[in-house]
């Protein structure tokens, strides 16, 4: 397959890795931001090609794991009344809230839709004028276009029974939040490559510049990670500190201006609380004032927001990047796909997931394609 095909090559992935040995000559850490290449590196044993001077830190890319309790407890209550139809993205139904799952309200009897598009949404909220229709709204940049679309759509409509909770998250802010942590010990950053489609790479600069960190936008099959990982350690061993675009196939330096638009008419920057890290300043985007009534937590009382992670869970730790799954004393044990103690081991995304599945049998892990 076109574009596929060509960026899982063995030959070209040794050949990649053979050139990182040639290349690197002091230790240097690599953080991939996104929780798609985490679970490629973790999938292909991409970390296990890489010379010893090279360590991986796996992000806080995944929004699923980074949605806050509060924002899930929000989620619960409101699947839970009898006048809301509550849709969703099938991955964050298991996630744990401080007490509950959006799955555990459908199982006592909410009406909790899991949905594919926020149009689906949209389609629900006009065929039942009679109920209230919330989209929980999660995801990076990736995924605000067409949320920003779904409200546009229930405006031109004259929907009043649609409205969002609104998770969105921003990367750039959780980077420069990360920097910012004593204990950070990121070198340089591979870039999420579809965040990028949509929002460029501009405000990467910046980061790149003030932080003195290079940047590699980067796709998420083995040769261009690889590809990236040798980009971004070729600027460190050189002392460089720029944004490479690696993902070129896909991305421009200003992203897909149309879609920005829409973002920008529907939603604006603001605070955002992530899971296990805390609020960081501007990371979030909520609705606008012109479209208040579009949001969830402005047409309904919700309970307040309180951090509550479940004991054992030390994701805060993960997403920061400053201990790997396997570390936690709870992986595998009383944490499992079917038993989830934290968001990252539930969503397709998770770092924690990604261990699970192909990490638990080191047998097995070798054992994966390349
Ligand atoms: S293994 Fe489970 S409990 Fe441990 S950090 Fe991951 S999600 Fe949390």
Known sequence: MKYVDEYRGRAHAQALARELRATVTRPHAVMEVCGGQTHAIVKYGIDALLPPEVTLIHGPGCPVCVTGVGLIDKAVALAGREDVIFCSFGDMLRVPGSSRDLLSVKAAGGDVRMVYSPLDAVKAAANAPEKEVVFF?????????ANALAVLQAKRLGLKNFSLLCAQVRVPPALEALLAMPECRVGGFLAAGHVC????????????AG??????????EPVDILTGILHCVAQLEAGRAEVE??????????????AQQSMAEVFSVVDRDWRGLGTIPRSGLGLKEAYREYDAEHRFTLPEEQEHEAGVCISGEVLSGLKKPNECPAFGTQCTPEHPQGAPMVSGEGACAAYY?????PDRASAQES
């Open 357 to 361: 599945r192909y990490r638990r049998n």
């Open 245 to 258: 675009n690696q993902y070129a196939r896909s991305v421009t330096r200003d992203g897909n201006t149309r």
């Open 211 to 220: 932080h003195g960190v290079p940047i590699v936008v980067t796709g998420f």
């Open 197 to 208: 489609t949509v929002m460029g790479y501009r405000e990467y600069e910046a980061i790149a």
């Open 137 to 145: 709204a999660v995801g990076f940049e990736t995924t605000a276009p």
